[in-house]
């Protein structure tokens, strides 16, 4: 088939309504006792409308669904994440509730054979730092409240995907701090619990730095993972994008 052509290209203008509004007042109200300081920056932001529309950022493939697609957001600024939803092939879009955490960003989504979407988020909030997720009982307009998986993470980019076998993959830093190790986990139950676990990549605290996977498996059943790669030699230290392929029977030698 090749490779896909581009043509074109257009912006979609899309902002958190009144809605976003009422829910990050009630989130901040929430979060005064613990966390003061993140529910004063919450407010300020919340109460300007150029802060509340700009800032939100895409990092992780979107969930297509048929002619549905749900595009992951996440800022910097709020902390949190959103999904951009589109019913109709893209020509339309409309923003879910936000995703509340304190430090979940960059979800990446998959879906159940039940219907039920499940998001995976890196965690930039507090100790102990851990793969943070959440669920959608109606196709991704609405998130349960977030909460920490047991699979460590420094504060970086995870990715997962279900693989033509229906089982589901994610790609990861297993740390709670660096870089330095790089897992690919394997789940036969859809995300409940990680059976299997292979290293890519996995070198000493402070000598390598591996993040920012991509994961996508090919019509041959082969999975290609790229991400970003930093090693110290004694040279002086490398970086590259990194290309990994391998079939699914490799992560179970």
Not at 78 to 107: K, M, R, T
Request: aromatic content about 10%; overall charge neutral; some cysteine.
């Amino acid at each position: 088939r090749g490779c896909p052509r581009w043509k074109g290209g257009d912006v979609f203008h899309i902002s958190p309504n009144e809605q976003f509004v009422q829910r990050i007042n009630q989130w901040a109200d929430a979060l005064a006792a613990h966390h003061s300081s993140f529910a004063s920056q919450l407010r300020q932001l919340n109460a300007d409308e150029l802060s509340r529309r700009l800032g939100w950022m895409p990092r992780v493939h979107p969930l297509i669904l048929g002619e549905r697609i749900l595009l992951p957001l996440y800022s910097d600024g709020f902390n949190l994440a959103i999904i951009a939803l589109s019913e109709d092939a893209g020509e339309s879009w409309q923003l879910s509730e936000p995703l509340l955490s304190v430090g979940g960003v960059q979800p990446s989504l998959v879906a159940r054979r039940d219907g039920v979407i499940v998001a995976y988020m890196r965690d930039n909030g507090p100790a102990p730092n851990r793969v943070m997720t959440a669920l959608s009982q109606d196709g991704g307009y609405r998130w349960s409240e977030v909460a920490k998986t047991d699979i460590p993470n420094p504060g970086s980019s995870i990715e997962a995907m279900v693989l033509q076998t229906g089982e589901w993959l994610m790609v990861a830093n297993d740390t709670e701090q660096g870089r330095h190790q790089l897992a690919v986990l394997l789940s036969y139950d859809e995300g409940r619990s990680w059976q299997v676990k292979r290293y890519l990549e996995r070198e000493s605290p402070g000598t390598g730095s591996f993040s920012y996977p991509s994961v996508i498996q090919a019509h041959d059943g082969t999975i290609h993972i790229t991400y970003s790669y930093a090693i110290s030699t004694p040279n002086g230290r490398r970086s590259a994008i990194k290309w990994a392929r391998f079939t699914r029977d490799w992560l179970e030698p």
